[in-house]
């Protein structure tokens, strides 16, 4: 009996011991398939970055460039003292023209040039990726974008950028140095990368070469605070993309919850196969195998939605020094990813194209489709084409290889945000709603085929007057379409009748529609998905600029000056304002150094507004990144100063900052009409 009972006890302990061995080797397992996997993320995502970074950037400089060629075909004198002033006026390094046979004929770099006993710089015979240009001139390209690398001609590091000249022949070639180059994509990245997430908890963040962070991930590598390296609690790398150092991480505590989530279920799963290893291994082994197989299926769309929705503007409103024009938009999807999209981006200095789209099909079929009807759209307006002939580049695109006949139904127009002149084209969509001088009505015209539909199609270009006030609404048929319990649709005349009615402007106009189809649909699930976009034209401010120097009589003068401007300013709305501005004035003139500084005063329309643009050529300081003082300690044990700048952020909005050209630009603004 004894040795039985040891048996048994050696028996247990033996189990026992294989058990907790297999434990520790499964979760060491898992975490090394967790840290492979984050790793495999991380390259992934520096994959889709680099490409994203290169296109932003080649389409940045193809734009200067381009400004280049019109200053030279506008009379520009071409002597080297001319042309270094023309770059320095571009923010680039350098800029070159050369004829039809390659030779540089006038230069901002007097080493290309042709002089006593040596010939001119010529791309044709240079060799190497300056013989490349010559693809300007031979066809059958009209830009030409080169890589940032090595100057072959002096070994300094550029990005050459060309574009031919269609009126003489020949081309006109910039160059950008890392600094130019950062300078000018800078605002473009920021706007590329803000508030990107990868695998639901990492982030992008990039930085300028001196460790400036330029995109928000978390403290402390916030936008605009130096970068510091991440500690052990990340997984992470950095790449440098065109000039621009790029990190991507994620935490490890993310991968360590989904790896101890699985040792767990892996443990409970192998007691009891251990305890009814005769009766349940073969139910215990399926069931396990078909909640896994859930699990990654709901990972897989839960991740897909992730990317989805980020690559999605959804910061509001986006552009907060902008006081021509509002836009909002939403999309709620009806399953875990949608075949809907919005998307808003400026494709010229005073142009902003704005769409909403609706993919045929559900699922992950219509959201692959999707982004890359987004991508290719966006890719090609931001060339400057025509919109007539952005869609019929994009069209023609999806149409390639597209077995699945899917398409995708646009309205898109482009608005001259100076004017208020609108340009538009329908690809199959819904019609716009539009207010145009107070009146809410359709916007009735005759669509064009939907994209992705048959290569070869020509489509109509309409264009429409907004006046400041005025608005367009664009929707997809997920609103109208959504039917109530009664098998009834929600339907155009009702949206109509809740535009027409509201007062509300701005994003509220989007939930008010949302929250009465839910009223209209109540106990009936969404039918499809569900996106608004609303684009209000304000129209030009009203501005006036005063300089003032860095003095007690300035300081009085600029608060006097304030005054007298905001005499049309509801009271309290005044009152704030002058509040908010004589902290700022009073921290130019006494700590920040500056020989001068000029107070800007514009004043927006609809809703009426005040804001204010104060520039000074003192040291450099963020008050946004300043560090709020603790209000919730009495006022003696605080560190002295901070509240003036708190008071600024609590009471004004937007508040941005910026530093550009050896300036601080601090812009602050209040709306007082709705």
Known sequence: MTERRSLNLKLILSVLAAFLLSMAFTWFLHSRLSERDAYKLIDSTFENAEDEIIDCVDVRLILQCMAARERVEDGHPLDVESLQALAKELHVTEISIANSDGDIIHSSVSDYLAAPGKPAFNF?????KAEDMMCLVTGPETEYCQPFRSNTANGAWRKFVGVWRPSVGGFIEIGCDGESLRGLSRSSI??????WRVGGTGGIVVTTASGLVLSDYEEPNREGSQWTDPDDSFYWKRKEIEGFPVYVLIPKNAAAVQRDVLVGATAALNGLALVFVALLVGVVI?????????????KELQMAKDIQLAALPNVFPPFPDETRF????????????????????????????????????????????MMRAKTLIKSIAQTGKPLAQVFEDANDALCEGNSSNTFVTVWAGEINTRTGHVTFVNAGHNPPIVRLGGKTEYLKSRPSLVLGAMPGVHYRVNDLNLSPDDAIYLYTDGIVEQPNAASELYGEDRLLGILSNTKKKRGAVLSDVIDDVRRFSVGVEQADDCTQLVMRYRGEPESVSFEYDTSMKGLEKAASDLASALEQVPESCKNTLLVAADEIFANVVRYSGATSWTLTIEKPRNPDGVRLIITDDGKPFDPIAHRDPDTTICAQDREIGGLGILIVKKTMSPVTYRRRNGRNILTMGKDYGD
Request: no cysteine.
């Open 124 to 128: 044709k015979t240079a060799g190497g």
């Open 190 to 195: 920021m706007d590329l990368f803000r508030n």
């Open 286 to 298: 399926s069931a396990f195998v078909r909640q896994q197989i859930r699990l990654q299926s709901a």
């Open 326 to 369: 509002d836009i909002w938009a939403s999309m709620e999807t009806a399953k875990e990813v949608g075949g809907d999209f919005y998307d808003f981006y400026f494709t010229g200095q005073d142009r902003v194209l704005f769409l909403v789209a609706d993919v045929s099909g559900k699922g992950i079929p219509a959201a692959m489709f």
